[in-house]
Nanobody
Framework: QVHLVESGGGLVQAGGSLRLSCATS????????MGWFRQAPGKEREFVAA????????YYADSVKGRFTISRDNAKNTVYLDMSSLIPEDTAIYYC?????????????????WGQGTQVTVSS
């Protein structure tokens, strides 16, 4: 069993920045692709970013390219999401996710493990 715990959410003004962290348990962290999804009220959970175990060629949703950066530290069993130039449309609950496959073409229903989520609110 893999446990994922997010932190770093909060309230920020438009144009600001936040860093989300996701700490994981277990020695097998390095075997999983890690990702971030988000869900706004009344909307489906959507893909944001993902990264393979070797941190090569991360993937991003078009809506966050150039503004968000995903990274991972396998020694610390932690994945990060650095968010900048935030806009109100980024407001959502952000979920950390893990799956035992490659990070590409990752749909929410293909996730093996989820974190509990952390709220990000961007005010205009």
């Amino acid at each position: 069993q893999v446990h994922l715990v997010e932190s770093g959410g909060g309230l920020v003004q438009a144009g600001g920045s936040l860093r989300l962290s996701c700490a994981t348990s277990g020695p097998i962290f390095r075997l999983y692709a890690m990702g971030w999804f988000r869900q706004a009220p009344g909307k489906e959970r959507e893909f944001v970013a993902a990264i393979n175990w070797n941190a090569v060629n991360p993937y991003y949703a078009d809506s966050v390219k150039g503004r968000f950066t995903i990274s991972r530290d396998n020694a610390k069993n932690t994945v990060y999401l650095d968010m900048s130039s935030l806009i109100p449309e980024d407001t959502a609950i952000y979920y950390c996710a893990a799956r035992g496959m490659f990070a590409s073409n990752w749909r929410a229903d293909q996730t093996d493990y989820w974190g509990q989520g952390t709220q990000v609110t961007v005010s205009s």
